[in-house]
């Protein structure tokens, strides 16, 4: 009978550690990477935008802090940065955010100058999103994300259409 009481309390403690466990489980947000575009350019760099989808699973509105990146190709850096981004995920909603990166043309061609143009070069971005999240504080959600980058080609004077560029450039009447 001793045996019994033992093995069924056990059994009532065990179920109690498992249900205490997942009452003191923090849930944490999530991020995934949804796409990367191209945004400004000027004479020293040009813009990238991550668009990124981000989970709140808290009662309440969820901090943006900011956003480090990392894109490497290989053992060469590609670009990296830190962007603060002012923006916050409603409570228990997701919503796409676009965050900023520059990439210096600098760091790019030294990174890309072993590589012919044509060439397509593997890539490897990672990236840290920090969010202030309740009663936990500022915790950075990494992404990563692979794929390959085409070199750029310079156009041969062969391949451009004069005839067009001359037409825009001095319009007829």
């Given at each position: 009978?001793?045996?019994c009481i033992a093995?069924?309390?056990?059994?009532?403690?065990?179920?109690?550690?498992?249900?205490?466990?997942?009452?003191?489980?923090?849930?944490?947000?999530?991020?995934?990477?949804?796409?990367?575009?191209?945004?400004?350019?000027?004479?020293?760099?040009?813009?990238?935008?991550?668009?990124?989808?981000?989970?709140?699973?808290?009662?309440?509105?969820?901090?943006?802090?900011?956003?480090?990146?990392?894109?490497?190709?290989?053992?060469?850096?590609?670009?990296?940065?830190?962007?603060?981004?002012?923006?916050?995920?409603?409570?228990?909603?997701?919503?796409?955010?676009?965050?900023?990166?520059?990439?210096?043309?600098?760091?790019?061609?030294?990174?890309?100058?072993?590589?012919?143009?044509?060439?397509?070069?593997?890539?490897?971005?990672?990236?840290?999103?920090?969010?202030?999240?309740?009663?936990?504080?500022?915790?950075?959600?990494?992404?990563?994300?692979?794929?390959?980058?085409?070199?750029?080609?310079?156009?041969?004077?062969?391949d451009i259409n004069?005839?067009?560029?001359?037409?825009?450039?001095?319009?007829?009447?």
């Open positions: 009978m001793k045996s093995v069924v309390l056990a059994g009532v403690m065990l179920c109690g550690c498992a249900e205490l466990q997942n009452a003191f489980k923090v849930q944490r947000p999530t991020a995934s990477l949804q796409g990367v575009r191209l945004g400004d350019i000027n004479l020293e760099t040009a813009g990238l935008w991550f668009d990124v989808e981000i989970q709140n699973p808290y009662p309440v509105d969820l901090p943006l802090v900011d956003l480090d990146y990392d894109v490497q190709s290989g053992s060469s850096k590609l670009f990296s940065g830190l962007a603060e981004i002012g923006q916050t995920i409603p409570a228990k909603n997701k919503a796409i955010v676009t965050l900023p990166a520059k990439v210096s043309y600098l760091d790019a061609f030294n990174a890309l100058k072993s590589f012919k143009p044509g060439a397509t070069i593997p890539y490897k971005a990672n990236v840290g999103l920090s969010v202030d999240a309740p009663a936990v504080g500022v915790i950075k959600l990494p992404l990563s994300q692979s794929g390959e980058l085409a070199v750029p080609t310079l156009p041969k004077p062969t004069w005839q067009k560029l001359l037409e825009k450039a001095v319009p007829t009447k």
